[in-house]
């Protein structure tokens, strides 16, 4: 029986190092977003400290993924050339000397320079992240290793709250700031030190290593047989790319808007104090950690039983931004606060649980070794999201507290990020998620990629 057929195999394999590899980006995404998420849980403290309007924050938080979408192309074109070791490594220390350097800021253009230089700096995490799964994990197992490290920025987003408002509140808000930093640059040392590449690893066994690749076409020397990279531009004239990444659009406008202003809006309009906020701000990514990991294992296991792909992903993203959209609609109806916290957490759970697959995706249309420029591709288009979301967020949240409801400027913000988040189901749907065949292709082999 093959490899692919036999579900005793992977039992039996005489290593497991693709999932020391899984575990050793999840460390990376989960450092990623404490650091990315600790100013939105510093907003109200910096406000007060620096003087800065609603609008400000906005374009401050905007700021970071106008950096961010500039670095997705060329990032891609270093992970075809340098391999994710080199430029996740070199991304995580620049992030954390980022971090460290947001202590400094005095007022709004010192700030925007920090947020610039951290967008540059974290761009590459997500792509490169792709990039490991797609060489170290079969497709059979990739739903549930892609959600593993794409769960971590629900672990990162519910670390931050707690610690950054303890470190605010203990310390003060430059601290918080110093401290997450000098975590990431402490993790690069672990990352260079451990990680490899498949074909690289002194210890991965025979066994393994064909099973990883069981789904690739491998000639008989057991070199993987594939096509020239496709370049960055021409991802962009295939309809299925298209409509893939303006579903990812959508899908971050939720998640955009949900990391960069839930926590002062229980703090602004739920009248939460900071402790209760810390608090308030964990509970919904906690829950939403288990969700994925649940959602992931659970779309595995229907690939596993003969599900097509393509149904398997429309029936995710379906229950991630339709679940996800409308329970925060009761969430933005309720008035108790405790009730909006409980709607705020089951929103995110759900959204959780179908996008287990959301980072998967990349690897099920991507040719063999270029998972990572089609996840920068991806990237780039969905974190456009990253300056819309917080700055139009920004702007009605803005006028509602110049008219003196800061309350109905929320909710304004909230129904405009249920609209697109609905709107992303439509692309998602539609798409059919098999792996691109590159026009006028040439295939070759690889030992390193």
């Given at each position: 029986m093959s490899?692919?057929?036999?579900?005793?195999v992977r039992?039996k394999?005489p290593?497991?190092?693709?999932?020391i590899?899984?575990?050793?980006?999840m460390?990376?995404?989960?450092?990623?977003?404490?650091?990315?998420?600790n100013?939105?849980v510093?907003v109200?403290?910096?406000?007060?400290?620096?003087?800065?309007s609603p609008?400000?924050?906005?374009?401050?938080?905007?700021a970071?993924?106008?950096a961010y979408?500039?670095?997705?192309?060329?990032?891609?074109e270093l992970l075809?050339?340098l391999?994710?070791k080199?430029?996740?490594g070199?991304?995580?220390?620049?992030?954390?000397?980022?971090?460290?350097?947001t202590?400094?800021?005095?007022?709004f253009w010192?700030?925007?320079i920090?947020?610039i230089?951290?967008?540059?700096?974290?761009?590459?995490?997500f792509?490169?992240?792709?990039?490991?799964v797609?060489?170290?994990?079969?497709?059979?197992?990739?739903?549930?290793?892609s959600?593993?490290?794409d769960?971590c920025a629900?672990?990162?987003?519910?670390?931050a709250p707690?610690?950054v408002?303890?470190?605010?509140?203990?310390?003060?808000?430059?601290?918080?700031?110093?401290?997450?930093g000098v975590i990431?640059?402490?993790?690069?040392?672990?990352?260079f030190?451990?990680?490899?590449e498949?074909d690289?690893?002194?210890?991965?066994?025979?066994?393994?290593?064909?099973?990883?690749?069981?789904?690739e076409?491998?000639?008989e020397?057991?070199?993987?047989?594939?096509?020239?990279p496709?370049?960055?531009?021409?991802?962009?004239?295939?309809?299925?790319?298209?409509?893939?990444?303006?579903?990812?659009?959508?899908?971050?406008?939720?998640?955009?808007m949900?990391?960069?202003?839930m926590?002062?809006y229980?703090?602004?309009?739920?009248g939460?104090?900071?402790?209760?906020?810390?608090?308030?701000a964990?509970?919904?990514?906690?829950?939403?950690?288990?969700c994925?990991?649940?959602?992931?294992a659970f779309?595995?296991?229907?690939?596993?039983?003969?599900?097509?792909?393509?149904a398997?992903?429309?029936?995710?993203?379906?229950?991630?931004?339709?679940?996800g959209?409308?329970t925060?609609?009761f969430?933005?109806q309720?008035?108790?606060?405790?009730?909006?916290?409980?709607l705020?957490t089951?929103?995110m759970?759900?959204?959780s649980?179908?996008?287990?697959?959301i980072w998967?995706?990349p690897?099920?249309i991507?040719?063999?070794?270029?998972?990572?420029s089609v996840?920068?591709?991806?990237?780039?288009?969905?974190?456009?999201?990253?300056?819309?979301?917080p700055?139009?967020?920004g702007?009605l949240?803005?006028a509602?507290l110049?008219?003196?409801n800061?309350?109905?400027?929320?909710?304004?913000?909230?129904?405009v990020?249920?609209i697109?988040?609905l709107?992303?189901?439509v692309?998602?749907?539609t798409?059919?998620?098999?792996?691109l065949?590159?026009?006028?292709?040439?295939?070759?082999?690889v030992?390193?990629?």
């Open positions: 490899v692919a057929n036999n579900a005793e039992a394999l290593t497991n190092y693709r999932w590899a899984v575990i050793l980006i460390g990376c995404i989960s450092i990623n977003y404490i650091d990315r998420v100013l939105s510093a109200p403290t910096l406000r007060e400290a620096l003087n800065l609008a400000d924050m906005g374009i401050l938080m905007g970071f993924f106008y979408i500039l670095v997705q192309i060329p990032a891609g075809n050339r391999g994710a080199m430029v996740m070199i991304s995580c220390f620049l992030w954390g000397l980022a971090t460290v350097a202590a400094l800021v005095t007022g010192s700030f925007m920090v947020r230089l951290l967008g540059l700096a974290e761009g590459p995490v792509p490169a992240s792709a990039q490991v797609s060489l170290w994990v079969p497709k059979r197992e990739r739903t549930l290793a959600c593993c490290f769960c629900r672990i990162g987003s519910a670390a707690p610690v408002t303890w470190l605010i509140i203990t310390y003060n808000w430059q601290v918080s700031f110093v401290v997450t990431a640059i402490i993790y690069t040392f672990i990352w030190a451990v990680y490899r498949p690289r690893h002194p210890k991965l066994s025979k066994e393994e290593i064909a099973y990883i690749r069981q789904d076409v491998v000639n020397s057991g070199k993987v047989v594939t096509t020239k496709i370049p960055m531009f021409m991802l962009f004239t295939y309809k299925k790319t298209l409509l893939l990444f303006a579903g990812y659009f959508c899908y971050m406008y939720y998640w955009n949900y990391i960069s202003w926590p002062a229980l703090v602004e309009a739920r939460l104090d900071l402790k209760q906020m810390g608090v308030g964990m509970i919904p990514y906690l829950c939403a950690i288990p994925e990991i649940c959602g992931g779309f595995d296991y229907l690939t596993r039983k003969g599900m097509d792909l393509s398997v992903r429309r029936l995710g993203m379906t229950i991630c931004l339709g679940g959209a409308l925060l609609f969430a933005v309720t008035t108790a606060p405790i009730a909006c916290v409980a705020l089951l929103s759970s759900i959204f649980f179908g996008a287990s697959n998967t995706i690897n099920d991507a040719p063999y070794g270029q998972a990572g996840g920068a591709a991806y990237s780039f288009c969905g974190q456009i999201s990253g300056i819309v979301a700055g139009v967020s702007f949240i803005s509602g110049n008219s003196g800061i309350v109905a400027g929320y909710d304004h913000a909230f129904y990020m249920i697109v988040t709107l992303g189901i692309f998602f749907v798409n059919k998620y098999t792996r065949v590159p026009r006028n292709a040439q295939t070759y082999t030992e390193h990629l």
